[in-house]
C-alpha cells in the first residue's frame, strides 16, 4: 500500500522559510521512473503544482515560484523535503504531497497525501 | 504555460441526472496527458480518469471521460449523492503542470 504525508509547521510569520517534509512508504524514490510532486490549495480555491523531483535528482519547479522554491529527496529516510523562503499570507493553504512516474511517457499524481494547512501569519 | 479553464463553474443537479463537465486548453493537450480529479471537503483529490479516459482503480463506470485536442470532458452518467463534489482537470504532460479552476457540483 503507498502512503504520503506532510509534515511541518502549521504557522509561520511573514518573511520566514517553510520547511515541509513528504514521508512516504510503499515505493522508493531509487526507483527508475518514480517521481514525487509537491501542490498546494488557498482556501476556497483551485489546486496549483509547485514542485517535482524524479529518482534520478531531476527537480521542476512552477515558473512563478522558482525563485523561493527548493526540492530535496532523502531517499535512506523515504522523504521529500519542500522549502519556500519569504513566506507570505497570501502561501497561506493545504500543501499536498503525491506521487507521480516518469517512465515512457507522464503520469498523474496519484496518491495524494492527507494535506497540511500552513497559515502565514504574525 | 498551458492554461485549462473549466466550465460551468457550479452545476446544480439532481442525483439521477447525468452531468458533463467541460476542460478546455489554451493549446493541445496529448490526449495521454488529460487527468480527471474528484475532491470532497476536507479532503486530498483523488484520482478518477487518466489518459483523457482511462478510469483509476476502484472508480465507477458511471464516470467517463472523452476529448482530445484542446477540448475534454467528464461525463457521470447518472448522479449518485457521493458525487457531490469538486472536480478538476490537469494536466501533466507539460512543465508546469497544471488544474483546472474547478467545477462545483451541487445538489438541486
Known amino acids: 500500500q503507498i502512503t504520503l504525508k506532510e509534515s511541518g509547521p502549521t504557522l509561520v510569520k511573514p518573511t520566514q522559510t517553510l520547511t515541509l517534509t513528504c514521508t512516504f512508504s510503499?515505493?522508493?524514490?531509487?526507483?527508475?521512473?518514480?517521481?514525487v510532486g509537491w501542490i498546494r490549495q488557498p482556501p476556497g480555491k483551485a489546486l496549483q503544482w509547485l514542485a517535482l523531483?524524479?529518482?534520478?535528482?531531476?527537480?521542476y519547479y512552477s515558473p512563478s515560484l522558482k525563485t523561493r522554491l527548493t526540492i530535496t529527496k532523502d531517499t535512506s529516510k523515504n522523504q521529500v523535503v519542500l522549502t519556500m523562503t519569504n513566506m507570505d499570507p497570501v502561501d497561506t493553504a493545504t500543501y499536498y504531497c503525491?506521487?507521480?512516474?516518469?517512465?515512457?511517457?507522464?503520469?498523474?499524481?496519484?496518491?495524494w497525501g492527507q494535506g497540511i494547512l500552513v497559515t502565514v501569519s504574525s | 504555460e498551458i492554461v485549462l479553464t473549466q466550465s460551468p463553474g457550479t452545476l446544480p443537479l439532481s442525483p439521477g441526472e447525468r452531468a458533463t463537465l467541460s476542460c478546455r486548453a489554451s493549446?493541445?493537450?496529448?490526449?495521454?496527458?488529460l487527468a480527471w480529479y474528484q475532491q470532497k471537503p476536507g479532503q486530498a483529490p483523488r484520482l478518477l480518469i487518466y489518459?483523457?479516459?482511462t478510469r483509476a482503480t476502484g472508480i465507477p463506470d458511471r464516470f467517463s471521460g472523452s476529448g482530445s485536442g484542446t477540448d475534454f470532458t467528464l461525463t457521470i452518467s447518472r448522479l449518485e449523492p457521493e458525487d457531490f463534489a469538486v472536480y478538476y482537470c490537469?494536466?501533466?504532460?507539460?512543465?508546469?503542470?497544471?488544474f483546472g479552476q474547478g467545477t462545483k457540483l451541487e445538489i438541486k
Open positions: 503525491a506521487l507521480t512516474y516518469y517512465y515512457d511517457t507522464s503520469g498523474p499524481f496519484d496518491p
Open positions: 510503499g515505493f522508493s524514490l531509487t526507483t527508475n521512473g518514480v517521481g
Open positions: 523531483i524524479f529518482w534520478n535528482g531531476n527537480n
Open positions: 493549446q493541445s493537450v496529448a490526449s495521454r496527458y
Open positions: 489518459g483523457t479516459s
Open positions: 490537469h494536466q501533466y504532460g507539460y512543465t508546469p503542470r497544471t
